[in-house]
């Protein structure tokens, strides 16, 4: 079965810069979840979009913006990078509007590595 | 503040013997449970969930369990194997009257199966 699909898996960047991460939802699902993970903890919720419209928001810091496309698609923005956004970032999808009882599908994440 | 406890961060059994792995929760709101298994640089699959008007959920080698009363889940895998070891992630959905979209992570169990 398809799965959650993560783009770039890894990427390197300098303190300053940006960067953008895409994630390719399971097909016909409607929902799309950012998750960050630092060393060590939990994932920790930071947006998701459903139907293109933001539909919830987490400790996002203001230098974060995401987005929904119409194919469903999303993606992260990141920018004046700093070495605490060095973490795994999860992306993940669901099919039910992202109501209760909703079941969320990960992909592999993409690793980023602040200099 | 945790809001949702793991408070073992290893475990170790023997394969064919049963594991155990147990969560706690603080915020009443939460309605309904997942737990995820993580393999290293994978992304969190989906096991099992169980909603807050059932106590107990089977699928296979995996049963949770949901005290609601103590503010406890867990889960059980029997008969464990090799292919079980993994860090096991407990996460919550919070109900507060409308759509919810944030997983709650626990800080997750790392399990080991010895062969």
């Known amino acids: 079965a398809a799965g959650v699909i993560q783009s770039p898996r890894h990427l390197i960047k300098e303190k300053r810069e940006t960067a953008t991460l895409k994630c390719y939802p399971i097909?016909?699902?409607?929902?799309v979840y950012w998750y960050q993970q630092g060393p060590g903890q939990d994932p920790q919720f930071l947006i998701s979009?459903?139907?293109?419209?933001?539909?919830d928001k987490g400790s996002i810091p203001d230098r974060f913006s995401a987005q929904q496309f119409s194919d469903y698609h999303s993606e992260l923005n990141m920018s004046s990078l700093e070495l605490g956004d060095s973490a795994l970032y999860f992306c993940?999808?669901?099919?039910?509007?992202?109501?209760?009882?909703?079941?969320?599908?990960f992909g592999p994440g993409t690793r980023l590595t602040v200099l | 503040d945790q809001q949702v406890k793991q408070n073992s961060p290893s475990l170790s059994v023997q394969e064919g013997r049963i594991s155990i792995l147990n969560c706690d929760y603080t915020?009443?709101?939460?309605?309904?449970f997942l737990w995820y298994k993580k393999y290293p640089a994978e992304g969190p699959t989906f096991l099992i969930s169980?909603?807050?008007?059932?106590d107990k959920n089977e699928d296979g080698r995996f049963t949770v369990f949901l005290n609601k009363s103590a503010k406890h889940l867990s889960l059980h895998i029997v008969p464990s194997q090799p292919g079980d070891s993994a860090v096991y992630f407990c996460?919550?959905?919070?109900?507060?009257?409308?759509?919810?979209?944030?997983?709650?992570f626990g800080t997750g169990t790392l399990l080991a199966v010895q062969p």
């Open positions: 915020n009443s709101m939460f309605d309904y």
């Open positions: 169980i909603s807050s008007i059932k």
């Open positions: 993940a999808s669901s099919s039910l509007g992202g109501g209760r009882s909703d079941t969320q599908y």
């Open positions: 996460a919550a959905y919070p109900n507060y009257g409308g759509v919810t979209n944030k997983l709650i």
């Open positions: 979009f459903y139907e293109k419209m933001q539909s």
């Open positions: 097909p016909r699902h409607d929902t």
